[in-house]
């Protein structure tokens, strides 16, 4: 049975404070700080009053269920992908878009993974932000916001689903679009450094997993360098608020 929590006005200084099986209701009109160093967490947490301090006010764990395709790695005529390693990072949603929380996890082929955070506020925006090994970061198109500690988001099923449209679409039927891929360096843009890489490692006929393998096939050729050149003539880059 849950045990709601209602919080007229507290202050955390120095130890981190857990409510385990509870719901920290936060209600209109109340304060709350939270110093620096601490943290106050509840399995899920209701924020409509005011949060100040350099501490964490998180729910014990929250779940994005995220969908997302690395264009490289994607074939469309299986209309799978190779299953591969992706970094999902939480910003705030002002600037200077701090990160607020981030998890690995993997995404299938079909481009579907399960990312646990331990950070978000339920009702709090976020924008959401994918990176992977060899792919142009790409942030979504809006804040999104965790409910009952749960939040879903699907960046193949539109362009406009990233931000600044910034994505490529890899297939026609079904429609999907996918993360850009050949940021080999993540240096945030796809230029004449990273057609380098890849041209080297392909020249030394480079096998493994290594990041300029951007097909996903373990082994660097002209397929890979086809998919960079693109890119950079393109000037592929990150798009961020």
């Excluded at 799978?80 to 705030?92: A, P």
């Excluded at 480079?206 to 300029?212: A, I, K």
């Excluded at 660097?220 to 003539?233: F, M, P, T, Y």
């Amino acid at each position: 049975m849950k045990i709601t929590i209602l919080i007229i006005s507290l202050i955390i200084s120095i130890s981190s404070v857990a409510f385990s099986q509870s719901v920290l209701n936060y209600q209109s009109g109340t304060g709350l700080e939270v110093q620096t160093g601490a943290s106050v967490c509840a399995d899920n947490v209701i924020m409509n009053g005011t949060f100040t301090g350099g501490g964490t006010l998180c729910g014990l764990f929250s779940t994005l269920n995220l969908t997302a395709f690395m264009e490289g790695f994607y074939n469309s005529a299986s209309n799978i992908m190779i299953s591969d390693t992706v970094r999902v990072f939480l910003r705030n949603a002002t600037f200077p878009y701090a990160i607020i929380d981030s998890t690995k996890s993997e995404l299938n082929s079909s481009g579907s993974g399960i990312f646990t955070f331990s950070y978000p506020v339920n009702g709090v925006n976020y924008f959401i932000v994918i990176k992977h090994r060899n792919s142009i970061e790409t942030w979504s198109s809006s804040t999104q916001m965790f409910t009952g500690s749960s939040l879903n988001y699907d960046f193949a099923a539109a362009v406009t689903q990233a931000f600044g449209n910034n994505m490529k679409q890899v297939d026609a039927s079904p429609v999907r679009f996918a993360v850009y891929s050949g940021d080999v360096n993540q240096d945030g843009i796809v230029d004449a450094s990273d057609v380098s890489t890849v041209d080297n490692d392909a020249f030394n006929s480079l096998s493994g997993y290594v990041t300029s393998d951007l097909n996903g096939d373990d082994f660097v050729d002209a397929s890979d360098l086809g998919i960079v050149d693109n890119n950079a003539l393109n000037a592929v880059s990150v798009i961020t608020p």
